[in-house]
């Protein structure tokens, strides 16, 4: 089946570059989302004295991890659309999105087991290393390993369900795609409100947060229901495409998720979790694509940010582990003032930062140029030449 599914209806307006095309700014803000999470996880070191530093740290910073992934998740989907390639087939795009993330997650993996957690049962070794421990509401399973690498669990369902999903968006009239992205926002929204109602808030999530086990696993690991965010991205690639956003800039849009995100810190942990910041995300997406498109990149479109965004991968990977095994390193009960407790986190991110360069220049570039499509088959041996006349010369000179 090929990824590439074209219509007479489905003709994209000739709107800056082509389809496929970098869209720097979006790259840049991949690192912003990443740089969110960690500052999310950054919470659970605990390392200033002050308590009120704590509060107004936790307060700050609660529900950034979640707004990272969000983004994530909704970023996936809109690159892939606006980037399928002409003729390209299902085996090849899944291999080149799983030699992309696989090499990665066995070496974090392998560092995690190492550094952080070196007594995995085989229950939660075999489903972390096949990424499909986010198929069940077991807490150890969730996060095994490297915690971090449930997300990539949703993402391979993602890829798994990207080509019929392709197909399906792109049989979508041009000026219907509008409504099935309002009804797909509505939907991650009535998820949550659903879940908060009819689902019990018992048992508890281990880790102390304010929400149900069952309750967090149906919102925000349980892959089908993340496939909305995902499914989001691509139907705003489509309008995208199609010059049909409704021109909303990047710095309205960047107000919008700000604005959003003040008013979760003010609503019940559970909404915060995807409900109130999904919207505005995807529409900064669209936005900061938009803005690429039309040549306008800014400070995001810029060389170092661009790098930053290239590693983000990697950086997220990585945080995770490094913030829990410095933290070791520092002594658990070992508290800071606050110029020096913030001088650890910054150390923490540089230190991350150049790890991260390290896991992308030597395993994920590598892997990516060795892996992500079949080698070409060697040229055969020179052969007497064809004259233009004989029949089939021009089917054996058109195969490579």
Known sequence: MSVQQSTERDVERPAGPAPGSR????????FVAAALVFLHHAIYTNVFADPDVVRVFHDLFINTGQMGVAFFFVLSGFVLTFAVRPGDTTRRFLRRRLVKIYPNHVVTFLLAAVLIIPALH???VVPNLLLVQTWWPRYENLFSGNPLSWSLACEVFFYLAFPLLL???????PERLWWWAIGTMAAIVGVTLIVSVAVP???AMPDGQPVGLVQFWLIYTFPPVRALDFLLGMLLARIVLTGRWIRLGTAPATLLVLVAYLAGMRLPYIYGLNALTIVPLAFLV???ATADREGRTGLLGSRPAVWLGEI???FYLLHGMLLIWGRQRLGTGNVYGLPAGIGLLLLALVVTVLAAAALH????RPMMRRFSSPRRAPAPEPTEPVEPTEPGFRARQEVP
């Open 23 to 30: 869209l720097p700014s979006l790259t840049g803000l991949r």
């Open 286 to 288: 669209a936005a900061a």
């Open 201 to 203: 808030a018992t048992p």
């Open 361 to 364: 220049a030597f395993v994920e």
């Open 122 to 124: 085989w229950t939660e």
């Open 167 to 173: 197909r399906a968006i792109r049989r979508i009239r």
């Open 312 to 314: 983000s991968y990697a």
